[in-house]
């Protein structure tokens, strides 16, 4: 698939009703427990002006801003997850602290040495370009700034069950082995503080998932919510599968924290 259909795909998915469904707010295993963890790590303050890259639907961003009180700009490919995020930021009263707008990992519309900190969750390893993002992070942090990365990894090449457009969507197709992640923000001048396994989040995300696709089937079946064009068999063999690779260690979900010197 071309690069931009990849991004669009995966931007498409996340912006839908039927994402929200299976997920909740928060796009990724941990939640904002996780997100919180990462703020730590990131030592954020209400001095911090942070960038989150692919901000979903602004969950993570309003979420730190509340914690440390830090400034946040999110940005998102998905046109949909942006208003929705400014949106709620509205409501939440956090307009002056927190803002929403449209951009790609990979061309950040953002000067030089602009943010303290970037959080990057579980998006890292769609972009077709790991290495552009990886410089473009590194360009837009000042000198000593933070990034705080959570991402799914893969172990091997193929995972039966897990390939093929599906996996874009769900991010797996193209996760890297932790190693790789790290050669990866090296080659762009990071140096790496630390990296922590959260594999047991992934698992929980998993399951929570295969029971909300069990009720969402239940509900289309007996007529009671309408899901055009959502294939149950398919859900279900692929929840099965990503639940059997995490368990087994082949998928699994690690936070990286690094520094622009
Ligand atoms: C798995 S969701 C994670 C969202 C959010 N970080 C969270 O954890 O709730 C992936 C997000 O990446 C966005 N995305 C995908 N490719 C992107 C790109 N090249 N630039 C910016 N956002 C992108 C999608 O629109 C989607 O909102």
């Given at each position: 698939m071309e690069e931009q259909s990849v991004k669009q795909c995966c931007a498409t998915f996340y912006g839908s009703d039927f994402?929200?469904?299976?997920?909740?707010?928060?796009?990724h295993p941990g939640g904002t427990r996780l997100t919180g963890r990462l703020g730590e790590l990131l030592a954020l303050s209400p001095e911090s002006h942070v960038l989150d890259v692919a901000s979903g639907r602004g969950t993570s961003a309003l979420h730190i801003a509340e914690t440390f009180g830090c400034r946040v700009t999110g940005i998102d490919l998905s046109e949909e997850n942006v208003s929705l995020a400014s949106a709620d930021a509205s409501q939440r009263g956090?307009?002056?602290q927190v803002a929403?707008?449209?951009g790609d990992a990979e061309r950040l519309p953002f000067e030089n040495d602009s943010f303290d900190a970037i959080l990057c969750e579980c998006a890292f390893c769609t972009f077709p370009s790991k290495s552009v993002a990886a410089s473009e992070f590194y360009r837009v942090l000042k000198p000593g700034g933070q990034l705080g990365?959570?991402?799914?990894?893969?172990?091997?090449?193929e995972i039966p069950g897990l390939e093929g457009l599906l996996?874009?969507?769900?991010?797996?197709?193209?996760?890297?082995?932790?190693?790789?992640?790290?050669?990866?923000?090296?080659?762009?001048?990071?140096?790496?503080?630390r990296t922590?396994?959260?594999?047991?989040?992934?698992v929980e995300m998993v399951r929570q998932i295969q029971a909300k696709l069990l009720g969402a089937e239940i509900m289309a079946g007996l007529k009671k919510i309408d899901l055009p064009g959502v294939d149950f068999a398919t859900g279900r063999q692929?929840?099965?599968?990503?639940?059997?690779?995490t368990s087994s260690g082949v998928l699994g979900y690690i936070v990286i924290a690094a520094t622009k010197p």
């Open positions: 994402a929200r469904m299976l997920l909740g707010d928060s796009f956090v307009i002056g929403f707008q449209l990365l959570s991402d799914l990894t893969r172990s091997e090449a996996s874009w969507i769900a991010c797996i197709g193209d996760a890297l082995p932790e190693e790789r992640y790290v050669a990866t923000l090296q080659r762009a001048g990071f140096h790496i503080s922590e396994d959260h594999s047991h989040a992934l692929f929840a099965q599968a990503a639940l059997q690779a």
